[in-house]
């Protein structure tokens, strides 16, 4: 797990026996510590550089930290600002705390008593940048890209979410890779009446098949080697809302028939438990496999497809919509502009809707996204970008004429992705194809970004 950066901490204070004891005990925290001995010093410094926690006295030798501490926040907001105060002055800062400081801390006080206001800011601070990145993916996640478009096919989409949404009952969503299933699951959840109870997302094919069961319904304390407490499931933590299972096309058979146990009765058991469990969760499934071959190779149980099939969504790929794309175009545009006004000539556009766009949406949004960022202009070339995209390479073990070299890393990806491509995207049987294990696949597929 990636360690957090070290935070900046400022100390604006001109009592230097203060600054000496405060820098020894806070140097055992995660922090690159400055001092100040003025205001003036302080600000300086806080507009030189991004501070994230800083120690204000509130008598200081030019001011007082009443009077300069939204000068700080209105350089940075996210700083925190912990007061040093005497007691005649803890009315000033529990007023300061209501405009914006974090903290304050009475003198005299214990350099141990510091150390932990200090490392609780910290964790303030870690915590609410892990909310503001949950936001920022939200935001992008649940943006109606999915949904742009004027054509029937898109018009008719709308329709089917709009119904799906209306009703509790299981939802089936069909549709290639990068086609937007995740945002249209999202769309049915947040249109419907339990749109503020939770919405968990489980990509069937990400988790080892060993662990998959577990993860879906929990395990009770002591079930297996290494259980040493019960842990609630996806189902228990979607209770009330919606669970989306991405990629069920990849749901080991044997978690199929417990699966169904769920959808006809809603009830289950933990792993390890006796107890039934009662749940209330709306489910909305999806897969890019080629369903009705699954059936006939009964990789996929016909008794759960058709208990799930209940309200079935076909998201169409982009090739068979181009009239969208130009819609799409300025959608991705004005998301990833910042606000900057980009422009892209008719010709462009033209040129988009030419191409196939076997990765869909995704994939426009892709290039849409790096012409953005590799603009030298207001006005943006991105089919360029798929012009110079590297073709899929094919791979056959036996050639013949002039040899040509051929890197090994290359031959294995074109290996693997000509494999899942004769069987539909199957990740199961592709795995079974190449002789490895299922974790294997996935790390290649991700390695080598197939």
């Known amino acids: 797990m990636k360690t957090p950066p070290r935070k900046r901490l400022l100390i604006i204070d001109d009592d230097r026996l203060f600054c000496d004891s405060a820098m020894e005990f ?10 100040a001995n003025s205001g003036k010093k302080g600000l ?33 907001e996210h700083t925190k600002i912990i007061f040093i105060t005497a007691f005649p002055d803890l009315k000033s800062a529990v007023q300061a705390l209501k405009e914006g400081v974090c903290d304050y801390i009475s003198k005299p006080f214990e350099p141990e008593e510091l150390a932990l206001v200090v490392n609780k800011t910290i964790k303030t601070i870690d915590l609410e940048r892990v909310a503001r990145i949950h936001e920022y993916t939200y935001t992008i996640q649940t943006s109606d890209s999915a949904l742009v478009g004027s054509s029937p096919a898109m018009i008719e989409l709308r329709n089917l979410i709009e119904r799906a949404s209306a ?24 249109g419907n009446s339990s749109a503020d109870n939770p919405f968990i997302i489980v990509n069937c094919a990400a988790i080892p098949e060993n662990l ?11 079930a297996f080697t290494g259980a040493f407490q019960t842990k609630k499931g996806l189902f228990e933590l979607a209770e009330g809302g919606t669970l989306f299972l991405d990629e069920i096309g990849e749901l080991p058979t ?12 809603r009830k289950f058991k933990k792993v390890g ?21 699954a059936l006939k190779e009964k990789t996929f149980r016909s008794d759960v497809y058709f208990r799930l099939n209940i309200i079935p969504i076909h998201i169409p790929p982009l090739r068979e919509r181009k009239r969208d794309v130009p819609e799409l175009t300025d959608h991705f545009i004005s998301q990833f502009s910042r606000k900057i006004p980009l422009r ?35 006005e943006i070339f991105p089919a360029s970008l798929i012009e110079c995209s590297p073709p899929t390479e094919k791979f056959s073990p036996v050639s013949e004429g002039p ?48």
């Open 44 to 76: 300086e410094i806080c507009t030189e550089k991004k501070m994230d926690i800083v120690l204000l006295d509130q008598k200081l030798p030019d001011t007082r930290g009443t009077d300069i501490y939204q000068s700080i926040l209105s350089i940075n």
């Open 273 to 293: 438990g006796n107890k039934m469990i009662d749940v209330d969760v709306r489910i909305i499934a999806a897969t890019n496999i080629d369903i009705e071959r």
């Open 26 to 35: 806070l140097s055992i925290l995660p922090v690159e510590i400055h001092l």
């Open 212 to 222: 998959i069961e577990a993860e879906l319904f929990g395990v009770e304390k002591g």
């Open 403 to 450: 040899f040509s070299p051929v890197s090994l890393r290359n031959m294995e990806a074109a290996h693997i992705r000509n494999t899942l491509s004769s069987v539909s995207g199957n990740y199961s049987q592709a795995a079974k194809r190449l002789g490895i294990s299922r974790s294997t696949l996935m790390r290649k597929i991700h390695v080598y970004r197939i």
């Open 254 to 265: 044997q978690i199929q028939s417990k699966f169904l146990g769920v959808l006809d009765e």
């Open 344 to 378: 892209i000539s008719d010709n462009e556009t033209e040129r988009l809707k030419a191409y196939d766009w076997p990765g869909n949406i995704r994939e426009l949004s892709n290039i849409i996204e790096r012409s953005v960022i590799l603009r030298n202009s207001e």
């Open 167 to 190: 009703t509790q009952a299981p939802v089936f969503i069909t549709g290639e890779t990068g086609t937007g299933k995740n945002m249209v699951a999202k769309a049915i959840h947040y």
